[in-house]
């Protein structure tokens, strides 16, 4: 009986320590997760010139002098809630005219790039997100969403590239992403277009 009894005792004891060193190695998940995107997120402050070594798809070469080269990311499927998806570029000015834009995805799910003019007074971000999870593209000036490839598509991969040349009149445009739940997670960016 007493055995009997111990035993219990001891597999309870047993069962209190497996679920501990469950919680511990969820713990250790969440911070692996929660840092491993973090060197992308620095590497986006470089060029992606780059990357163009790296064996990942690249646009044909044209004779069109400016570029802008966009990045998208995301920190990855545990914050999907939150607003932790990112879209940035550089250079953040342009003179009018064609400009060459490359995007390249960073981050673990598929993106695009929609670019929409602002409105006077109106910033970055302050678009009205539809039940659907997106923006109104009324007005877009142009689109890289096409995987490895120029102009309109189902997205560009994580990992590669997609890329498309426009031509941008003066004034301030908003480059966004408008998948699903990405305005709203913080995909969107002022460029500022000036006159030649
Ligand atoms: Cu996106």
Redesign the pocket.
Same mark, same amino acid.
């Given at each position: 009986m007493t055995s009997g009894q111990n035993d219990t005792l001891h597999r309870g004891f047993s069962r209190g320590v497996g679920i501990g060193l469950v919680v511990a190695l969820s713990g250790l998940l969440l911070v692996g997760f929660s840092f491993a995107p973090r060197p992308g997120i620095g590497m986006m402050g470089q060029s992606p010139r780059s990357w163009s070594t790296n064996g990942v798809c690249t646009p044909p070469s044209n004779s069109v002098k400016q570029s802008l080269d966009v990045t998208?990311s995301?920190m990855g499927m545990m914050m999907n809630r939150a607003r932790r =998806?990112v879209l940035s570029a550089s250079p953040s000015t342009l003179v009018s005219g064609k400009v060459n834009i490359l995007v390249t995805n960073f981050g673990m799910?598929t $993106?695009?790039v929609v670019i929409l003019p602002l409105a006077n007074g109106q910033s970055a971000g302050q678009r009205i997100v539809g039940t659907d999870g997106k923006v109104d593209e009324t007005g877009s000036v142009g689109e890289v969403s096409n995987n490895c490839n120029a102009g309109v598509g189902e997205g560009i991969l994580p990992g590669s590239r997609g890329w498309a040349t426009v031509d941008l009149a003066p004034g301030r445009y908003e480059l966004i992403?408008n998948?699903p739940g $990405?305005y709203a997670a913080g =995909?969107y960016y002022e460029l500022q277009v000036k006159s030649l």
């Open positions: 998208v995301d =998806m799910r $993106h695009e992403c998948l $990405h =995909m």
